[in-house]
């Protein structure tokens, strides 16, 4: 398809070949980073940051139906420059406000649509506006990022795309390590899924999208093995049948000939580089909230963000109980029990609650009753959130949400959605708004990245997204968990929040690491795994161990219950993709601070002038004397601190460490 859009905008090019190009250009407030677009025969953009170039002339296109192009042979019509100055409240996300601050530019076109670009401090970015009215297609875009050198590239490629069409692609669960690997060294057929971080040696490029609506998400691919990344989308399904393999899922039969059914006036996603000098500047980067649309539900102090005890990872693994744990409201009890003694906010009822290749979420098991495990859990102040899948959910959704929202049900775990073509992304917005109106919150799994669909629904609280934890489940030790972990916090969770379902109790060093259903364990020390609750932005946050094992780590488990899930304010401190990663967050006058590390032992010094002053009273967990042996190793040091000192922490080989600073009364 892409092809032919070529094609079309070539032979556009040779028919104006003697028009004179149009140089627009804008600055970032700060003047340091500078946007140009150049319209002649196409439309193309470029980034410069400090006078180098960071992104090279990039065409931009889309084809609407059979036979015009926006972006081919453009005439422009006007072109207004603005400013943005604000400041969003956003009550649940990583701080209490998100400063928006930009140079605007937009171009209006002949054929009834425009382009947008914005001009950031860290970040540039551009979207198609459409005025036309009725009822029009995409066939196909082009958003091309080129770069002057053969960069290095972190990515996730969809899973076993080698042996894998590009239509065989487009159906994944969106979960992968990361590679680093040249440009020129990508195949043509290997789709990427966004983020996907450009490595200039100098500075690192993000790219990624936003307000993502009604139209498929973007993948990144190379075709011909240059310097260039281009954009790459599914297809609208035409015939969608339900899971032969798993009845959960919806399998794409037969795809229709272009990427988007589209009515009347609309904007389309953001495409967004973000260019950082420090690799640290990614852990706290605010683009995709930026860029993403208001809310639109008002009233949000029904949503309530938290820990949820989860059963699924460690396989219903209760012991020393007397009766046969499992998939029965006894087991759950002592869940919900488990939860309330230690301030836990929630427990997940994941797969296994309904009846077996049914799809059909109003048929329970028998050994299950929820209003029971509901009413329970009400009355010691634990709420409770249900899984489904995606067929099931999607087949009856407004009944389905009704029922158990009447019933008490707080929320839903929607799982096994894996696709991002129009129709999917349309699931995610209606299952967003039908959840709201019920007062239901949404954790998508089987999910692709956040687009910003949590500014616009506050009540979505996660993305799954992720490689996470469950992958250690099965995984044997060539999956390199640790280094996928001092990744992912640069890359992924600049796109927004993660459900990595971390909190394992049992932990390994890579030699001593092996993967178990029944008795799982994690890569990396106990350290590691305490850190992520700071590192990693995740408002509904789970712990996935079982609760006998939490109940043998009182430490641990205390700091993982009192830790909040959303945050006031975020500061990034230092890090290196891949290597480690260390961040502060407060919440109200309490201040946590997380360092994860990677392979490689090494000593951090922490600087708190982050702090406002005042004596604080300090208490750090980090790993012990022998985590490097035994990874399950831990001690707690209690102090004082203030803004004027540093700490300097050693973090073993796939360790980490956490500080929590109180304010002395």
């Known amino acids: 398809m892409q092809r032919i859009l070529f094609c079309m905008l070539a032979v556009c090019a040779v028919w104006g070949v003697e028009a004179k190009p149009t140089v627009k250009k804008i600055a970032s407030p700060d003047g340091k980073l500078v946007v140009t677009v150049t319209v002649a025969d196409d439309i193309r953009w470029s980034v410069e940051a400090d006078g180098r170039t960071v992104l090279a002339p990039s065409q931009i296109a889309m084809q609407i139906g059979e036979d015009e192009t926006w972006g081919a042979a453009p005439r422009l019509r006007k072109a207004v420059t603005g400013k943005i100055d604000e400041v969003i409240p956003s009550p649940l996300y990583k701080k209490a406000e998100v400063v928006d601050k930009c140079t605007t530019l937009t171009l209006q076109f002949k054929g009834d649509y425009a382009v947008e670009f914005r001009a950031y401090d860290?970040?540039?970015?551009?979207?198609?506006?459409?005025?036309?009215?009725?009822?029009?297609?995409?066939?196909d875009e082009v958003a091309e990022f080129s770069f002057e050198g053969d960069n290095n590239v972190y990515c996730?490629?969809?899973?076993?795309?080698?042996?894998?069409?590009?239509?065989?692609?487009?159906?994944?669960?969106?979960?992968?390590?990361?590679?680093?690997?040249?440009?020129?060294?990508?195949?043509?057929?290997?789709?990427?899924?966004?983020?996907?971080?450009?490595?200039?040696?100098?500075?690192?490029?993000?790219?990624?999208?936003?307000?993502?609506?009604?139209?498929?998400?973007?993948?990144?691919?190379?075709?011909?093995?240059?310097?260039?990344?281009?954009?790459?989308?599914?297809?609208?399904?035409?015939?969608?049948?339900?899971?032969?393999?798993?009845?959960?899922?919806?399998?794409?039969?037969?795809?229709?000939?272009?990427?988007?059914?589209?009515?009347?006036?609309?904007?389309?996603?953001?495409?967004?580089?973000?260019?950082?000098?420090?690799?640290?500047?990614?852990?706290?980067?605010?683009?995709?909230?930026?860029?993403?649309?208001?809310?639109?539900?008002g009233d949000t102090s029904w949503i309530k963000p938290g820990k949820v005890a989860w059963e699924w990872w460690n396989d219903w693994g209760l012991y020393g109980v007397d009766f046969r744990p499992g998939i029965n409201n006894r087991t759950y009890e002592y869940y919900i029990d488990f939860a309330a003694r230690n301030g836990i906010e929630y427990v997940i009822l994941d797969e296994?609650?309904?009846?077996?290749?049914?799809?059909?979420?109003?048929?329970?098991?028998?050994?299950?009753?929820?209003?029971?495990?509901?009413?329970?859990?009400?009355?010691?102040?634990?709420?409770?959130?249900?899984?489904?899948?995606?067929?099931?959910?999607?087949?009856?959704?407004?009944?389905?949400?009704?029922?158990?929202?009447?019933?008490?049900?707080?929320?839903?775990?929607?799982?096994?959605?894996?696709?991002?073509?129009?129709?999917?992304?349309?699931?995610?917005?209606?299952?967003?708004?039908?959840?709201?109106?019920y007062h239901l919150m949404c954790d998508f799994h089987g999910a692709y990245k956040p687009c910003g669909l949590s500014r616009k629904y506050p009540n979505v609280v996660n993305y799954e997204g992720v490689h996470g934890l469950e992958q250690m489940k099965w995984s044997d030790s060539s999956v390199d968990q640790v280094t996928y972990d001092v990744t992912i916090p640069f890359i992924r969770m600049v796109a927004g929040p993660m459900d990595y379902t971390q909190g394992a109790m049992m932990n390994a060093q890579l030699r001593n690491y092996h993967p178990s259903n029944s008795e799982p364990m994690s890569q990396g020390t106990r350290c590691h795994q305490l850190a992520m609750y700071v590192i990693f932005e995740s408002p509904f946050n789970m712990l996935c161990d079982s609760p006998t094992n939490y109940e043998k780590e009182p430490e641990c488990t205390q700091f993982i219950a009192e830790i909040p899930t959303v945050w006031d304010e975020t500061v990034a401190l230092d890090g290196e993709v891949g290597e480690y990663a260390v961040l502060a967050r407060r919440s109200g006058d309490e201040w946590y601070v997380g360092g994860l590390n990677g392979w490689k032992g090494r000593d951090v010094e922490v600087d708190l002038s982050f702090l406002p002053e005042g004596e604080y009273d300090m208490t750090m967990i980090c790993d012990g004397g022998n985590a490097d042996k035994i990874a399950r190793d831990f001690r707690i040091e209690n102090g004082s601190a203030d803004s004027s000192k540093s700490l300097k922490v050693r973090m073993a080989n796939g360790g980490g460490f956490t500080v929590k600073l109180t304010p002395r009364k």
């Open 122 to 139: 860290e970040a540039a970015a551009y979207r198609f506006v459409s005025t036309r009215k009725g009822d029009y297609t995409v066939k």
């Open 156 to 297: 996730s490629y969809v899973r076993g795309n080698a042996n894998k069409s590009i239509e065989q692609q487009y159906y994944n669960s969106f979960e992968n390590t990361y590679v680093e690997e040249a440009m020129s060294k990508m195949g043509p057929n290997r789709l990427m899924f966004l983020p996907v971080l450009v490595d200039m040696g100098d500075r690192k490029v993000c790219i990624t999208e936003a307000d993502l609506m009604s139209y498929p998400g973007m993948y990144l691919y190379n075709p011909d093995g240059g310097t260039a990344l281009k954009g790459n989308y599914a297809p609208v399904p035409d015939e969608v049948k339900q899971g032969g393999h798993n009845m959960l899922q919806g399998e794409v039969q037969t795809r229709k000939p272009y990427i988007a059914e589209v009515s009347g006036e609309r904007s389309f996603p953001w495409r967004i580089c973000i260019v950082a000098d420090n690799d640290a500047d990614l852990l706290d980067d605010d683009m995709v909230f930026r860029l993403s649309h208001p809310n639109v539900i």
């Open 352 to 437: 296994g609650w309904s009846v077996n290749l049914k799809a059909d979420l109003l048929q329970v098991v028998p050994e299950i009753d929820i209003k029971r495990l509901v009413d329970y859990g009400r009355e010691r102040g634990v709420g409770i959130v249900l899984w489904g899948g995606y067929w099931a959910v999607n087949r009856d959704m407004d009944n389905v949400f009704k029922y158990y929202s009447d019933m008490g049900v707080k929320g839903f775990k929607i799982d096994f959605m894996d696709r991002d073509d129009q129709q999917m992304v349309d699931f995610y917005e209606r299952a967003a708004a039908t959840a709201a109106k």
